[in-house]
Structure formats: structure tokens, C-alpha cells
């Protein structure tokens, strides 16, 4: 895998990552593709709307259909028909947030599977080996995601393995054919000492490229954006930087300004699945019986293949029927909309004018919406 | 609307039906888009699948969306972004099978909703004014559809009011703008005597073509195809000729066999969605374990999507776990098969070589199958 950085303007970076499968402009955002699928939709959906690369969740793959079972059918990329790169998670944060919790020890983090409570042990070593089997381009160690808030000694604890783990997940590594980039997971809770800690402990094991986790755990938003600006600031320039499960649009234009490269993030897709479409004016629930007649697409101007072609009335009649079609058509408009959110972004950056582009999507962004809900829809998603 | 019939092959007919919105060549199927859409699919999958005509059901609309709110925005085509032909049935069916039945009357059906229990009175001309409202090129007449068996006394009753039902269509229907064709609906039940009194009626109106309802309702599948065999030795040949409602891949060619020219069924659909995979050999029930680890696709040969793409071990997987996808894939899969069935019956029509297909096709479908579920899997259809 190949960084280049092509420009700065401000905090924000115009970047270039060269995986073995393909090539991702940055900043990006990787649509999430939980199970070996981006819900509802084919990876020619996913091309058509932009998409460069793709994220895939270790814990839910591993326990369904099972790695070994990917592998033996040619790797994930080949399972789900998809030709561009893929980067995998740890498996960690599922374990934290979705499987009935065991011990964490040592050696690592025994957990009962959400789906029919069988019991594990997720180690660093087993961690690499899933995501070898899988054969994402881009790997990550194994670590512990706080939620906000712990107390200092706790988050120290909590650290001090993450960074023991993060030393064995590269020994592991190292065994792999050398085509799979790792990066780092930058821990540490809502602390800048043990940020900056974490930050040093990471950058010096080298690592391919740094993941900042634990933040939008819960904590007030100018903590989290004053934290990335922190991080930002310490991190190797010539190392792409990937803010984990972050966020909404407004969420991504700051931390693109705080030189956040790549996204990840359910929201674009789940909260289709929830009815609710973003635009640049805001968020539109398409349930609401304003729309009932509206022959208007959810957005103005839009290139998506939903904007071209459906109006919000009929999306509201497939919505409120629970038509499979509505949850597919407006996760391609969300993905679109996200993935022209980043090339918007990264033409400002081209021309110099992010500052002015911030300014004027944040304060459009505010006009109008009708509220964001995060409620889980139809099935789980990351 | 414009029906010619091309050549004749034993029972079997080749034609070609020439709409206002397109072309349709027959003998040919028609996907079932109950609520303004086929379940999971937008018009350009049913393009590539090869659709030329969709079927909507009155009922469904009228009671949501509604029939007004469709012709506001410009009528069902408009709505669903369909750029072909469309058929209406005229609601009668699923006000016996899905709503709260009330009185039926000589004015019309009494129902109630089975969304909300609202109360409805459902009237030939009120049939006939909804399929207006959405604009379909095909409308049929409000009729009674009995279920099998029911007394001779009963079904004889039953089809006079239908036959007087269809006396007041047919008057309703000439209010309109002279775009639509109307089907005449031929009933009776299991009795030739009353099938053939049916006929008479129907006929002696004069509609643009003609539908065979009530059969596959419970009757033995001999009786069935008895009754097809006499009616279509009685209607107009230079007629275009609908069975309704019917069914599987075998039912389709041994009904053309007898003369029919078009179909629909939720079938393809539906079975998609409860995991199954129609192929030449019979039906693929995906969850199976045996499709665990199959690298193959759904059907060896087959050129649609899924098959070109996925693995039926994907597919599985997908349908496990509970992805959207799934049915999305199953359902292009499906249709497709059905589809590129009617495509080769019109070839082996046109080549003579009809009675070998139907020999062929019969011998290899019954070889394998995991057996036909038609239990409703996400939603209702029809």
C-alpha cells in the first residue's frame, strides 16, 4: 500500500492511498458492508454511487458464514463480487457492543456470540488470522473501545493492553504475504495524556497507516473534535488517518478540516432503512405526510439514480408499505449523497477553498431537518 | 390495443400484443408489482430480466396509496417510473382473498380494509374508475372469484351476477379515453356446462381480450387442465387469451400448450423471498446445508445477474443472514427463469417444435426439486 499526500489546505488532506485493488481518493468514505454485504444493495450499486473502497466487520463475518469458509471460496472480495479494496476492523468493537461480553484478559476477549450465544476467545493472533482469510487490503489489531466516560486509571489499564495487543497483532502480521496493509488504533479515551501516550506508543510500533477509535463513543461533541484536532496534530503526515464509525455529514467536514482522511460509518445506509434521506439542506423522514403528494425528488439537482427517477411521494408509498424497494433506493441516495460529500471535499481542498466550503455546508446543513434517529430498522448493521 | 396472432402449434400460440406503452410478444408472463413496485426490483431490473408488461393490483392501490393521490402525479406508469404497458386486475380477487369480506350484493362488495378495517364498497364502476385513475393499458370488470368446490346452484348464481357485473364494466368502461383495452373475465367454476355459459356471456360483450379466472384455486390439477383445454377450443382466436394467477414453471407450459397467451404470478417473486431458486431441474431451496460451501451459481448456464455474479454458498449465506440482498438476487434469478421460459416457448412456437420443448422441459423439471413453499415470507404480495 502507497500514502501520497498531494496537498493540504488548512488541517484538511488531499490524498491518494494505492491499495492492491484499486486506488482511493482521499478523503473518503467506506460504505459499510457488514455481513459481505452493503444492505441492500450489489456492488454495481456501489460503483454507480462512487465508491472506491469498502469496509467489511470481522466479528460478524468470523461468526457467519466463518472465515475459513470465505477463504476456501477465494476471499471476501470474491464472495461478495466485489473488485475493489476492502478494509477490515478488528472485531473489537463488535465484541464490546453487540456480543454478551465474557472476561477480557491478557490474552484476549472471551465474548458469547450474538447470534446463538456459542462462546470465543478473540486474541490478537486470531484477529489477524480472520482478517488474513478474509484478504482485505487494509487489517487492523485488535484493541479495547471504551465507551465515554471511564476514569483515568481505567482508561490507563484499558491502554496500556490495547498497546501490548497492538505489539503482538503486528508479530502476527508479519507472518502474512506482505499485500495487507495494518494500521494502528489510536486509543485513550477522553484523556489528552494517554491520548498522546497511545499516539506514541502506536506511531512507534509503524505502522502502514493510523486509526483514531474511541471517539463519538458518547462524549460531548467539542470534546471529540478538540481531541482530533490534537491528534491530528501529532500524527505522521505521510500516514493516511481513518476516523473509525464517524459520522454525520456536518461530522465529516470537521474532521476532514482536522486532517481526517478516511470514514466509516452505518449511518448513510441504516437510517435509509429508517426512512430518513440526507440532503444538503438536512435530514428528510420520508414518512412525514408533507411528502404524500410531493412530486419533487428527495433531493433538488441530485445525480442519484433515485433522485432521477422516483419522486418522495412514491418513496414515501413504498416506505410506508414496507417495500424492499425503498430501503435500496434510498440507501443509494444517502451513499451518493456521502460519497459526493467527499469529492466535494476534496475538490475544495484541489482548489484551496475548504475553509469557505465548511463554512457554507455547515450553515446550509442546519437549515432544515427533520431530526436524525438511530434507532436500529430492519436488522443489525455493524 | 392491437392483438395478432402469428402462427399456431398444436394448442399452442405465437403473438405479439401492441399497447400504447410497448410491445409484448406472447405467449408471455407478467411480474407482479402489487403495491407500485415488484417487490425489491426497479424498472430497469425488470427491463434487464426481460418484462415487457407488468400486472398492478387495483385493490392495493386503492386503499394506499389511492388511486387519486396515483393519477395526481400522473398515473401508475409515472409513479413507478415504468416505461411499459401495464395491466390492472379489477380488485375483486383480493377483496375475497385478503380484506374483510362483507355482503356481496347485486350493487357490489362490501370489505373492510385489511390495513386499517376501514369499510369500502367496491362497485363495478368503481373497479372501473380506480384502473382509469391509474391508467393501466389493460383493465378488467369487477368479478366474483369462488374457490373450489362450491355447489352447482351456488357457482350458477355467483356467475350471472358476474355476467351482469361485467355488462355494467363494459358500460363504465366506454366513458374512458378509448386508451384502454378491457379483458373480459371468463368464471364458472368446475362445471362445463356453467364454463361454458361463462363463455357465451363473456363473449357475447365483445372485449378486447379475454382472462380465465378461477382456476388453480384447490381443484385438482387434471381438472384444471381440462377446463383450460375446453376454453380455449371456445374463445375467439384473433383474441389475446390471460390465465390468471397461474403458476409454476410446469402449470405456464402446459397452459400455453392449451392455448394461452399471457400470465401472471407471484410465484417467482414470492418463492424468492422465502429462499427458493427456480431452475430447469426444479427447485433450489437455498438455506439447505448442502449449498453451504457451493461455489456454483444458482443455475449452471443461466445469464442473469445473480448467476453471472454469486455463488449459491452467497447466496445462502445472504439468505441466513436475513440481507436484503437476498431476495433481491433470488428474485432477478427468478424472474428471469420465468421470463427466459416464455422466451423459449416463442422460439419452439415459432419453430414448430413446440410438443418436443414441452416433452424436454416436463422430463428435466421433475428430475430435482426441493420442493415449492408457498408460505409469504416478508410481506404480502397479491
Redesign the interface.
Known amino acids: 500500500m502507497r500514502f501520497e499526500l498531494l496537498k493540504t489546505d488548512g488541517g484538511a488532506r488531499l490524498g491518494r492511498l494505492t491499495t492492491p485493488h484499486g486506488v482511493v481518493e482521499t478523503p473518503a468514505f467506506m460504505p459499510v458492508g457488514t455481513?459481505?454485504?452493503v444492505?441492500?444493495?450489489?456492488?454495481e450499486d456501489l460503483r454507480q454511487v462512487g465508491a472506491q473502497i469498502l469496509l467489511a466487520n470481522t466479528y460478524h463475518l468470523f461468526l457467519?458464514?466463518g472465515h475459513r469458509?470465505i477463504a476456501?471460496?477465494?476471499g471476501l472480495r470474491r464472495?461478495?463480487?466485489w473488485e475493489g479494496p476492502i478494509l477490515t476492523d478488528s472485531g473489537g468493537f463488535q465484541v464490546y457492543s453487540l456480543a454478551s461480553l465474557g472476561k477480557v484478559s491478557e490474552e484476549g476477549v472471551r465474548f458469547r456470540s450474538h447470534l446463538d450465544g456459542s462462546e470465543h476467545l478473540l486474541t490478537p493472533e486470531l484477529s489477524v488470522e480472520i482478517q488474513q482469510a478474509l484478504g482485505a487490503d487494509i487489517i487492523h489489531p485488535l484493541d479495547e473501545c471504551l465507551a465515554h466516560p471511564v476514569p483515568h486509571a481505567e482508561t490507563e489499564a484499558s491502554l496500556a493492553r490495547t498497546l501490548r495487543w497492538a505489539a503482538r497483532s503486528k508479530a502476527a502480521h508479519a507472518t502474512g504475504d506482505g499485500r495487507q496493509a495494518m494500521f494502528g488504533i489510536v486509543q485513550g479515551g477522553g484523556y489528552e495524556d494517554l491520548r498522546r501516550r497511545a499516539l506514541e506508543g502506536v506511531c512507534a510500533l509503524e505502522f502502514d497507516g493510523y486509526a483514531i477509535g474511541g471517539l463519538a463513543v458518547g462524549e460531548p461533541k467539542p470534546l471529540m473534535l478538540d481531541l482530533l484536532e490534537f491528534t491530528g496534530a501529532l500524527l505522521p503526515k505521510d500516514r493516511p488517518r481513518y476516523l473509525m464509525g464517524v459520522g454525520t455529514p456536518p461530522d465529516l467536514v470537521e474532521a476532514v478540516a482536522r486532517g481526517v482522511d478516511l470514514f466509516d460509518c452505518v449511518l448513510p445506509t441504516r437510517n435509509a432503512r429508517n426512512g430518513q434521506l440526507f440532503t444538503g439542506a438536512g435530514v428528510v423522514t420520508i414518512k412525514q405526510s408533507r411528502y404524500?403528494?410531493d412530486?419533487t425528488p428527495p433531493e433538488q439537482g441530485c445525480s442519484c439514480?433515485t433522485c432521477r427517477?422516483?419522486?418522495r411521494?412514491?418513496l414515501?408509498?413504498?416506505f410506508?408499505?414496507?417495500?424492499?424497494?425503498a430501503?435500496?433506493?434510498l440507501s443509494l441516495h444517502n451513499l451518493h449523497f456521502y460519497l459526493a460529500l467527499m469529492a466535494e471535499m476534496r475538490t475544495a481542498i484541489a482548489g484551496e477553498a475548504f475553509r469557505a466550503f465548511e463554512a457554507r455546508f455547515l450553515a446550509r446543513y442546519a437549515v432544515s431537518s427533520d431530526g436524525v434517529s438511530s434507532e436500529d430498522p430492519?436488522?443489525t448493521e455493524a
Open positions: 455481513q459481505g454485504t444492505k441492500s444493495l450489489t456492488p457467519r458464514p469458509l476456501e471460496l477465494g464472495f461478495m463480487a404524500a403528494a412530486p439514480y427517477k422516483f419522486s411521494a412514491y414515501r408509498h413504498l410506508i408499505a414496507r417495500e424492499l424497494l430501503y435500496r433506493l430492519v436488522d
